[in-house]
């Protein structure tokens, strides 16, 4: 029995299950499994980051603003501004924001995630981290 480990090791090894998906060539079966392990609450952020982190090899930087707003210092100007887009597309609300970025509704905005309304809203802003 794991005992109070148990999320902690259900956590790591779904990340690590993950990794070996996308080792694997399944890299459709490795983001399954980490939406489904940031969707399920507890501490999504290691999922985010995995995210952020294939999104960012398959150069997808609208993706890797889309999971990494949520973790301040993680995304970069450009990936938020791609990720802008999308939220522009929906509407450019904040309420589109943090659907897309699978937030939940009484989470606080980051700093970056109010850039991305800004950037989706037409405002500009530096092209650095």
Do not use: C
Not at 83 to 108: H, P, W
Request: hydrophobic content about 40%; aromatic content about 6%; charged content about 30%.
């Amino acid at each position: 029995s794991t005992g109070s480990f148990g999320p902690v090791l259900e956590r790591w090894f779904a990340i690590d299950l993950s990794r070996s998906l996308l080792k694997s060539g399944d890299l459709r079966g490795a983001k399954i499994l980490l939406r489904a392990l940031m969707i399920r609450g507890g501490e999504p952020r290691e999922a985010r980051k995995a995210l952020v982190e294939l999104s960012r090899e398959e150069g997808r930087r609208d993706m890797a603003g889309r999971w990494g707003i949520l973790i301040p210092g993680l995304t970069t100007r450009e990936e938020q501004r791609a990720f802008a887009g999308a939220v522009r597309a929906r509407g450019g609300t904040a309420s589109n924001l943090r659907e897309l970025a699978m937030m939940y509704k009484d989470q606080t905005l980051t700093p970056e995630a109010l850039q991305v309304l800004k950037f989706a809203s037409g405002a500009t802003g530096p092209s650095t981290k």
